[in-house]
């Protein structure tokens, strides 16, 4: 994404409002730890957002931030185009919000519990009290304690909890949290169907798979800050391409590509080669690889193209940084 | 960055209500539906709901049905199970300082769970004022602690009503109750051997009509159990006094006794009746909004539990009995002692305080209205201090 292209979706969705979230130079300290370093989001409306980053950094505390539950030191931020903290309770009347592991009081039924976050919000939220709990299949057990709730059905319920306000944006830090596999599922479909309504859902999360299942856009963080963010096809599109040979030699095919400028990076393995290739690196080097080594004599068997995850364009990004550092 | 197509389905949630009237979320005033939902989580401890049941009304409910079996299993032996004396016990000691202490450990609860048990931070992302969180438990501990101190007062008194003593006994002597200071004289005058063997006396010059006059009659006597009076064999009893020497030394000592016996009933007063009970939902109201306050502050139920406890029955006590020069402003400034001040006459003493009408003299010197200010004083600081820590706390 070019700088040019983001300046001028920002001016443009300042205006409309169409940013979900929108950071600019948000600091959060904690003594001399900098657990959120100036950072710039955009969360476009209407999507799933991932927002990832490896434990500790800081990405709980951004959400916390955002929502109010500790202050800013340093920045500006705003929520569905409302100013916070200074328009908060506008701007919450439409959030719905998981912040670290839900908990409720376990002396109270599900269903009590967002009796009392009901009476909190408007008062219609009331009425969404069993549409919110049919919704998360939380029903059959709305009137047990919640102290006798797994971890899973808690997670349910703190998702219920955010339904009460009929959120624009839902905020989830680490929603796949304690799910079994069959949760997991459950909790992605959900996050879809809540998106094709027209919410916008932001994912706290380190389950790199799970996001890119999920999510349409995604901001990386480490140290507090925002290294990259965009959508996921854009992002990936500037990876390092690899490619797996199969091929005859390999030894030898490996010192003749490193005689040519593809600038490529190449290991030897069993059957052949693994070839990484700078990003913006286009197809046609594929195809030059082929020909160098066909012209070489050497028998090639197979050529792949390996489609990179946002797992492994994760670890190159941040295995860059760590390079830099 | 571009918004992906699914943004534009983004008119299908509905836009924010325009109906703001009905949504005031910002304001510090809580609505009623989160005050009816935090009478509903408090109510919904039962360990804790079972403690204040126990001790405002269970303690005094099962203390009076032990005397009143008591009574009619052997009525000679145990006397009645109501009665001004019961009345006066229960409501200045067991109720005033049990009640203060269950009340503050209901409002250490209300200000301090919603944060441990997590319930704070969901909360708090409503958009709801933090004051408005705050300022909901306030009518909800107190719609819980005053109803359950009114029960058990209500018990305490109908049972010390109906089943008060039918005689007044003072110092063991049956008296006609309620009598004016003229009738006490005139049954002390028609009863003389009663008053001189039964109550107290000293030979000193007693205020009032009877000044200047001092008892003449020495008779070694005692009224027995039966209310008899009983002259011990071989003295002379009261056969060389005359009878108007008699007379006019019982009603000398009737004037000694008169100010003693002016505070003893059968039962107590519908007017002591009221007084009391408001002064002990006023002493539990304010352990409710100190503790409420106290544990907002601190973040934890236990400690300030402890320090509630400790303030009720160790610390003002102390400062209660001892007048201390250097320190009597102090002293002035705890809530006990201000409360004990605004006790009702006729009770006997909290704390060394009850300087109602007929009390007795309080120890540390205080006037009602310094007392009404260090009350409201208690109960404003603490909530501003909770309100405060509660609206700065990170969730």
């Known amino acids: ?325 | 960055m571009t918004a992906p197509s699914s943004a534009t389905t983004a008119t299908r949630v509905a836009a924010p209500s325009s109906d703001g009237s009905r949504d005031r979320r910002g304001s510090w005033i809580p609505t009623g539906g989160m005050i009816a939902t935090r009478i509903m989580e408090l109510r919904k401890r039962r360990g804790l709901m079972a403690a204040l049941i126990v001790v405002n009304i269970g303690i005094p409910a099962i203390f009076l049905l032990v005397r009143l079996i008591m009574h009619a299993a052997a009525p000679k032996t145990y006397g009645p199970a109501g009665g001004y004396d019961v009345f006066s016990s229960l409501a200045a000691v067991v109720m005033y300082v049990f009640g203060f202490i269950v009340a503050a450990t209901l409002g250490c609860t209300a200000g301090s769970v919603d944060l441990t048990e997590g319930m704070f931070r969901h909360l708090v992302i409503t958009g709801r004022s933090r004051l408005a969180l705050y300022f909901a438990r306030i009518p909800a501990g107190l719609a819980i602690i005053v109803p359950l101190v009114a029960v058990g007062f209500t018990i305490v008194c109908a049972v010390c009503v109906f089943a008060a003593p039918t005689k007044l006994y003072y110092q063991g002597v049956n008296v006609p109750p309620s009598l004016t200071l003229t009738g006490f004289e005139n049954w002390a005058a028609q009863h003389p051997k009663e008053a001189i063997c039964g109550l107290p006396y000293g030979n000193v010059q007693v205020s009032g009509n009877g000044n200047g006059k001092k008892i003449s009659v020495n008779v070694p006597c005692f009224i027995d159990q039966k209310g008899n009076v009983v002259i011990p064999p071989g003295t002379s009893g009261f056969k060389n006094i005359s009878t108007a020497t008699l007379k006019a030394d019982a009603i000398v000592i009737a004037k000694q006794n008169y100010s003693a016996y002016s505070k003893v009933f059968l039962y107590p007063s519908n007017k002591l009746m009221i007084e009391t009970g408001l002064w002990i939902e006023l002493e539990a109201a304010i352990g409710f909004i100190v503790g409420l306050g106290l544990a907002s502050l601190m973040g934890q139920r236990t400690v300030p539990v402890v320090l509630m406890i400790v303030l009720e029955i160790v610390l003002t006590p102390i400062f209660s009995r001892n007048a201390i020069n250097h320190l009597i402003n102090v002293q002035r400034g705890l809530v006990g002692l201000a409360t004990a001040h605004l006790e009702p006459g006729g009770l006997p003493s909290a704390f060394g305080g009850g300087n109602g009408p007929g009390g007795p003299p309080p120890l540390v010197p205080e006037s009602t209205t310094v007392a009404v200010c260090v009350v409201i004083g208690w109960v404003v600081v603490w909530t501003a201090l909770g309100a405060w820590r509660m609206s700065k706390r990170d969730a």
């Open chain 1, 1 to 325: 994404m070019s700088t040019a292209l983001l300046d001028d979706q920002h001016r443009e969705n300042s205006l409309e409002g169409q940013w979900a979230v929108e950071t600019h130079g948000l600091t959060k300290r904690f003594g001399d730890n900098v657990a959120v370093n100036g950072v710039e989001l955009l969360v476009p409306r209407g999507c799933a957002f991932g927002y990832l980053g490896p434990n500790g950094a800081g990405k709980t505390t951004l959400i916390r931030v955002l929502l109010g539950l500790t202050r800013a030191d340093a920045g500006t931020m705003s929520l569905l185009g409302h100013s916070v903290p200074r328009h908060r309770d506008v701007a919450l009347a439409r959030v719905g919000a998981i912040v670290d592991e839900p908990r409720f009081h376990g002396h109270l039924t599900g269903r009590q519990n967002l009796r009392i976050l009901a009476a909190a919000r408007e008062p219609a939220a009331k009425h969404r009290i069993d549409a919110s709990l049919e919704r998360v299949g939380m029903m059959h057990r709305a009137d047990d304690r919640v102290s006798k709730y797994s971890m899973g059905m808690r997670q349910r319920l703190g998702v219920a909890a955010c339904l009460l306000g009929d959120p624009q944006l839902l905020i989830l830090d680490e929603p796949m949290n304690g799910l079994d596999p069959a949760g997991m599922h459950e909790m992605r479909d959900m996050i879809q169907n809540l998106v094709s309504e027209g919410r916008t859902v932001m994912l706290s999360s380190h389950l790199l798979d799970e996001v890119e299942r999920t999510c349409d856009a995604v901001a990386i963080v480490d140290n507090g800050k925002v290294i990259r963010q965009g959508p996921i096809s854009e992002l990936l599109a500037g990876a390092s391409v690899e490619v797996s040979v199969e091929c005859a030699t390999p030894e030898r095919a490996q010192t003749v590509l490193a005689a040519t400028a593809l600038g490529a990076h190449v290991d030897v393995e069993a059957t052949g080669l693994s070839i990484h290739l700078p990003s913006g690196t286009g197809r046609d080097a594929i195809a030059e690889i082929n020909r160098l080594l066909v012209e070489d004599g050497i028998p090639v068997y197979r050529l792949q193209e390996i489609q990179v995850s946002l797992e492994s364009w994760f670890l190159q990004v941040t295995s860059r940084l760590g390079e830099s550092s």
